[in-house]
């Protein structure tokens, strides 16, 4: 179907979006999985970011952590190379707009696909004293925070697919009811790091939520800290440093090494021909953190300014309340409600 959206767009270039929860540190997963595309696709696209504090609220939260970790998430990204100054980064609650649209895409969000997302069964099993409703209609305010900037292109890591897929499908269902009101967004997912694994159990993916401190990095741990966490990755009893499957601990270790030295897992597997796990794994850490150290450095300048934080973040929402405003106003009279 022709998209005849209007998008509210100043420039030509194509729109990106995309968000992360403040629900503590960047992990090297969010990082290789999502971040270091945002960066490296940011000038390429009109690029919007935004930290996803309504969504955090889906799992308790405990309120003064998630404040700091809100402004702590803005010098993380704007550390790892988000260009706050040129592309709007936001609070997602100080842009009501994304609650608003959500009602109104949860109007139009299935009962049943709402209960096919894997992501809704993984965390009501994890937290089974809180299924709240918000936990089952939070992929309809994925979809407004998408949807809202008309984003063409949504950069994330594999276990959020499912959400972007569902945001198109809700886009496609309303540009067929009230004749496009939507650009119908895609998923760019990286070929490398887009599902980094535990480093404890390299079946499960890595996430900061994990109850062993070992089984993830986080961006901000210090070179001893990431190596020792590499060391302690779980592999197997073989010895044998291939891609193969498996080898979950390897074929993560070998992703991950890709992944931040740019080599191909094939030149990989050459280099560590007939070496031990012991100095792979050495050399990963050290590769990784090595990557990583830039990073902590400009983070803790960040954070020895909360002004330029909270500026930047309130200019951002402006920015984003520019466009988001009247992707709603025009939504509002699509679906019939009285104008003011
Ligand atoms: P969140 O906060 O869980 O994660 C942020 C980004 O990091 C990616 N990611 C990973 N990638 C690779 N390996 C891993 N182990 C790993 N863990 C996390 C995620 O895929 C994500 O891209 N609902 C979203 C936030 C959100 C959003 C949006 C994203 C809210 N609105 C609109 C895109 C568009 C979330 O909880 O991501």
Not at 58 to 66: F, M, S
Not at 119 to 141: C, E, M, V, W
Not at 308 to 327: I, P
Request: include cysteine.
């Amino acid at each position: 179907m022709e998209n005849k959206v209007e998008t509210n767009k100043e420039s030509a270039k194509k729109r990106l979006f995309s968000a992360i929860q403040p629900s503590g540190d960047l992990t090297l997963g969010n990082y290789l999985g999502a971040i270091r595309n945002w960066v490296v696709l940011q000038d390429e696209y009109d690029s919007v970011f935004s930290i996803a504090d309504l969504h955090s609220l889906t799992v308790r939260q405990e309120p003064a952590a998630l404040r700091r970790n809100t402004l702590s998430m803005a010098a993380s990204l704007i550390a790892c190379g988000i260009d706050a100054e040129r592309h709007p980064l936001f609070v997602q609650s100080h842009v009501h707009e994304h609650a608003e649209l959500a009602w109104i895409l949860e109007c139009n969000t299935m009962f049943g696909e709402l209960s096919r997302m894997t992501q809704f069964k993984d965390k009501s099993a994890r937290h089974a004293d809180n299924i709240n409703a918000g936990l089952f209609t939070y992929p309809s305010l994925m979809a407004a925070d998408i949807l809202l900037y008309n984003a063409d292109a949504v950069p994330v890591g594999e276990d959020q697919r499912q959400h972007v897929e569902l945001a198109r499908d809700v886009a496609i269902r309303m540009n067929g009811l009230y004749n496009g009101v939507f650009t119908v967004p895609e998923s760019f997912i990286p070929k490398y790091g887009a599902r980094v694994k535990s480093l404890a159990d390299p079946t499960k993916k890595m996430s900061k939520s994990d109850a062993n401190q070992n089984a993830f990095v986080l961006i901000l741990d210090d070179k001893d800290t990431v190596v020792r966490k590499f060391k302690k990755a779980v592999t197997d009893s073989e010895n044998e440093i291939v891609f193969r499957e498996g080898k979950d601990g390897i074929n993560n270790l070998l992703t991950i090494m890709s992944a931040v030295s740019g080599k191909t897992v094939p030149a990989l597997e050459k280099e560590f021909e007939g070496k031990g796990y012991g100095e792979f794994k050495l050399a990963v850490g050290e590769t990784v953190a090595d990557a990583l150290a830039p990073i902590r450095a400009r983070y803790a300048e960040l954070m020895a300014d909360k002004e330029y934080l909270t500026k930047t973040l309130a200019d951002g929402a402006e920015k984003a309340a520019y466009v988001a405003r009247r992707t709603l106003s025009k939504v509002y009279k699509k679906v019939g409600l009285l104008q003011k």
